[in-house]
């Protein structure tokens, strides 16, 4: 399996171009109230100096953690040459990325500094009702998106609970995009049953389910799930806004089944990023998938097509491979450097293949390994080193789009940090493109004895919202689209004077 350091096969999503947000005022400035600074929607920023001012990259998430790893830990690159910097890069922070469209958000668009992804066991026992749920999710996601307020407005009547919680309000939209998917407990439960009337549109990937590796120990409290929700964003509290307001919205419908903060994204996906460093201190992901690479490539590796299983739902969705992987950072901090440098199979400092003699550049990072250098008896870089492992190469050309974080969740009781990575790789068919990659890294990688899988899930990641669809999932789940008035106002309301819900 792909580790921490570099997803073996790449990952990487066709993102266009991020427009920024728009200037406008957000619809809560039209509120009777509009007068109460309440009533100021995010949208309404930096332009008058109240907005959210930059959050550092390593900043708010930086105690939390997200955790879990599907691909390949350091990057095992296959030659891409380095971007130059963009003229003119827009503020992550002003920036919004389209909602509706063949694609979800959040998968190709350029991995953001934070995540919160959240499952959710579904308590409804309708699909009628899971209906509404993904249409109160779908409307209240494309407002939080945009940087405004859920429900569009506050409320008149301050006697009725805010539609929206408000620790975003006045904060632009931060990059923030939202993903949504369905596990395989959602056609069928671990007793058999058709819960919904959908176990025949499963496909074969989620009938099967992910198959046991050596060396995990996953715990069941955090794997799996019958939704999963994916909040990405340059700011860890809009982030943390998006989550929550869709867990109120879920209530009596959904509830938490498990929860995962993440910091200190461990993959790029656009050339015009810099690679960044995991917990072990390498670069990570220098191979991913990158929205650059390209429709046919992306078409081949990354998204269900037209002659797939389950392509009158799923077509142009993908399926998401989740793992939480520990790192043994006490261990792997006593090493000497040339030790680390093997089990990874490359420079730490500038992220160069081994097999690249004394490299001074940090351009040397994109070099594409040479496996055979230094010959059969003594390769430079190690049999089992990490690169290798994963290597597409070596993989039959297994790639994947991996979007993976930094977790942290406090110590333990021997006063080890308890760290890793929170691996999440976007694949078309992980039959093929994941599982071979990941029983070959357990079995063989060097690196995983520093490693421990704690948690698992895969998920179908359903299609982009399409112009006029009102719900996550429409092809899937059917009916007319229509959203009650409770819509994203909380659940139950009626009127501004009516209770909100949540």
Not at 336 to 347: F, M, N, T, V, Y
Not at 377 to 402: K, W, Y
Request: charged share 20%; aromatic share 6%; hydrophobic share 35%.
């Amino acid at each position: 399996m792909p580790s921490h350091d570099d997803p073996g096969p790449d990952f990487s999503e066709t993102a266009g171009t991020a427009p920024t947000a728009p200037a406008s005022a957000d619809p809560a400035s039209t509120d009777p109230a509009s007068s109460d600074p309440e009533s100021a929607g995010p949208a309404a920023s930096a332009a008058d100096g109240t907005g959210r001012g930059g959050v550092g990259r390593r900043g708010l998430f930086g105690a939390a953690g997200a955790g879990l790893v599907a691909g390949g830990l350091l990057g095992y690159t296959g030659g891409r040459a380095a971007a130059p910097p963009p003229a003119s890069t827009p503020d992550p922070l002003e920036t919004s990325h389209p909602f509706r469209g063949e694609h979800q958000q959040g998968i190709v668009t350029p991995a953001q500094d934070y995540l919160f992804t959240a499952a959710y066991d579904v308590t409804a026992t309708s699909l009628a009702d899971l209906r509404e749920l993904m249409g109160t999710w779908c409307t209240a996601s494309e407002q939080m998106c945009a940087g405004e307020l859920v429900g569009g407005q506050p409320l008149a009547n301050r006697q009725a609970a805010p539609r929206d919680t408000g620790e975003a309000w006045g904060y632009p939209p931060s990059s923030l995009t939202i993903t949504v998917g369905a596990g395989p407990s959602l056609f069928r439960d671990e007793d058999g049953r058709d819960r919904f009337g959908l176990a025949s549109r499963a496909t074969e990937v989620l009938t099967q389910g992910v198959p046991r590796f050596a060396n995990e120990t996953l715990r069941e409290a955090q794997s799996d799930g019958d939704l999963v929700v994916q909040a990405c964003a340059d700011d860890a509290q809009v982030a943390m806004h998006a989550i929550r307001n869709l867990t109120r919205l879920a209530f009596g419908s959904a509830a938490l089944r498990w929860t995962q903060i993440g910091y200190g994204r461990t993959s790029s996906t656009s050339t015009e990023q810099e690679t960044p460093r995991n917990l072990f201190g390498f670069k990570d992901g220098t191979s991913n998938m990158k929205a650059e690479d390209g429709a046919e490539a992306l078409s081949e590796h990354l998204w269900v097509g037209a002659d797939d299983d389950g392509a009158d739902w799923l077509r142009g969705g993908t399926y998401l491979m989740i793992r939480k992987i520990r790192m043994e950072l006490e261990v792997w901090d006593r090493l000497r450097l040339l030790e680390q440098e093997e089990i990874i199979g490359r420079d730490k400092r500038f992220g160069a293949p081994l097999s690249v003699p004394e490299p001074t550049s940090a351009s040397q990072e994109f070099t594409a390994p040479d496996l055979t250098a230094g010959g059969s008896a003594s390769p430079l870089i190690p049999t089992d080193a990490h690169i290798r492992m994963v290597s597409p190469e070596q993989n039959d050309g297994a790639r994947m789009l991996r979007r993976g974080f930094n977790y942290t969740e406090g110590s333990d009781s021997l006063g080890r940090i308890n760290a890793g990575l929170f691996f999440e790789a976007f694949v078309r068919d992980p039959r093929t493109g994941f599982y071979p990659v990941l029983e070959r890294m357990t079995k063989h990688d060097a690196l995983t004895e520093y490693l421990q899988h704690v948690a698992s899930g895969l998920f179908a990641i359903l299609p982009g919202v399409a112009e006029g669809e009102t719900m996550f999932g429409q092809a899937l789940f059917g009916g007319d689209g229509e959203v009650s008035d409770s819509g994203a106002s909380g659940g139950g309301e009626v009127s501004d004077g009516g209770p909100s819900g949540g």
